[in-house]
């Protein structure tokens, strides 16, 4: 199909666009013919054969030419329906609204920038500690509360050293040096002599150990 | 885009206050009247229209001069109103199911069957019957039939095929006159 084959009836002069493509040799039904003389009667492109034959199916069908007939009826009644007016004073509005939507946007606008550089503090902070991290270390306060195992293990983490940690309870000077000397992990803080006495002098067995085991504030009342 | 569009367009990009109130001046009944008709009942068409203006501003600098300026603000509008009838109502105006199924299918007699009606009384139901209709053949509709537009600026404001007017075009009379002759059919 060319373009010479189809109507431009009703445009002004000016050649619409194609739109769908219909073939002049298309079997003709009653609502191929409504869509064709609907489109004719817009205007539109529609191929010269296939309006020649819909009308003919029209002529042959005056039920098509009632629905063509509703469809224009409609049309008319849908130009005609009243048209409604801005208010005076319309514009004004617009412009006051556009005022506040503009404040608003500003304070949106403050806020998410507000927002990012917050997640972003939080980023730098996390790939900070991540990756410098922190030894850990205990509060005096908390340092103060110490148990008798604390002597078993130089650091919070660190593996047993149960010679180490005897040595440091026994009161047996010979063994507790040489225990001491056997472990680097000997704890300056603690009180050695808290133990002075707390023996028999005989074998001291873990029992025993337990037994004569230091205190804390909260056990014995202080 | 003409001339005068082109530098109201430069002047409301420039800030200038005066501008945009002279947009809105030019445009103000035709964004009213086809949001009124989109929406329908399902919004306030003054609320709608605001909206539409306060969109266009904030997106005039986008705006690429492709196109006339009226078919962008009515892109807007079109947009709004059915943006503005989804938050209200959340569903859609009316089931295609709950449609009267034959549309064009002819009934005897060359006269049609809504021949009979009082023009007034025609005009009243198919004030109603556009609202009963879904999208997007209301807003075809109501662009091509009260608004006037042409197919192509139809197409144009749509985003939509000139074929794809034409098809909806013709369905959306179809099921405004099953629309109406099923309320005629109603006791």
């Known amino acids: ?106 304070v949106l606008v403050l806020a998410r920038r507000m927002a990012v550089a917050a997640a972003l503090l939080l980023a730098f902070t996390v790939v900070l500690e991540t990756t410098h991290p922190r030894e850990a270390v205990a509060d005096p306060d908390v340092t103060v509360e110490r148990h008798a195992v604390d002597a078993f293990r130089a650091r919070p983490f660190a593996g047993d050293d149960l010679d180490a940690g005897l040595a440091e309870l026994l009161p047996d000077p010979a063994r507790r040096s040489s225990g001491a000397a056997g472990s680097a992990d000997a704890r300056p803080g603690d009180d050695p002599s808290r133990l002075d006495g707390a023996s028999d002098g005989g074998d001291t067995t873990s029992d025993d150990v337990v037994d004569e085991l230091p205190k804390t504030p909260g056990e014995d009342g202080r | 885009m003409n001339e005068a569009d082109a530098s109201l367009v430069a002047r409301i990009r420039s800030g200038e206050e005066d501008a945009f109130r002279e947009l809105v001046q030019r445009y103000e009944d035709r964004i009213l009247a086809v949001v009124s008709r989109i929406a329908g009942r399902a919004a306030d068409p003054e609320d709608l229209a605001q909206e539409t203006f306060i969109k266009a501003f904030g997106a005039i600098h986008r705006f690429e001069g492709n196109s006339a300026l009226y078919t ?97 075009l013709f369905r959306a009379r179809g099921k405004l006159r099953a629309i109406l002759l099923d309320g005629d059919r109603s006791p």
């Open chain 1, 1 to 106: 199909m060319t373009a010479s084959d189809r109507t431009d009836a009703g445009t002004g002069g000016r050649r619409p666009e194609a739109g769908v493509s219909l073939r002049p040799d298309e079997p003709m039904t009653d609502e191929l013919c409504v869509f064709a003389l609907s489109l004719v009667a817009d205007g539109r492109p529609v191929p010269a054969e296939l309006v020649r034959r819909a009308e003919a199916w029209a002529d042959a069908h005056p039920a098509c030419r009632g629905v063509l007939a509703d469809f224009a009826a409609m049309g008319e009644a849908l130009r005609d329906l009243p048209v409604p007016r801005a208010r005076p004073g319309f514009a004004e509005r617009v412009l006051a609204a556009r005022e506040s939507s503009a404040s608003g946007a500003r």
């Open chain 2, 72 to 168: 962008w603000l009515y892109r807007i509008a079109v947009n709004t109103a059915r943006d503005g009838v989804a938050a209200r109502l959340r569903r859609p105006a009316v089931s295609l199911d709950a449609l009267p199924p034959s549309s064009v299918d002819p009934v005897d007699g060359s006269d049609g069957p809504l021949d009979h009606l009082h023009r007034d009384e025609l005009r009243a139901r198919v004030r109603q019957g556009i609202e009963r209709l879904p999208e997007p053949f209301r807003t075809t509709l109501v662009l091509r039939e009260v608004e006037g537009h042409t197919y192509e600026e139809v197409a144009s404001i749509l985003g939509v095929s000139i074929g794809t007017v034409e098809s909806r």
